[in-house]
């Protein structure tokens, strides 16, 4: 499966690698792809329970949601 979650609040590539390494992390996620520039995250993954991986990217200090 393949879900986008829009993120605000990244401004630099450290913000970027900071919501890729968080995303990683999640159970059942298997690849993440950030792009800075349009304030979103590609997650492949195996059924990870969405509203799980917006809490951990707010968790990081990041507004979320599911695109």
Aim: negative net charge; aromatic residues 2%; hydrophobic residues 45%.
């Amino acid at each position: 499966m393949e879900t986008i979650l829009k993120i605000d609040g990244m401004t630099c590539g450290g913000c970027a690698s900071t919501v890729q390494k968080v995303l990683g992390a999640q159970d059942k996620v298997q690849a993440v792809a950030v792009d800075r520039a349009s304030g979103t995250a590609r997650v492949t993954h195996e059924g990870a329970h969405i509203p799980a991986l917006v809490n951990a990217v707010e968790d990081a200090g990041f507004d979320a949601a599911e695109a």
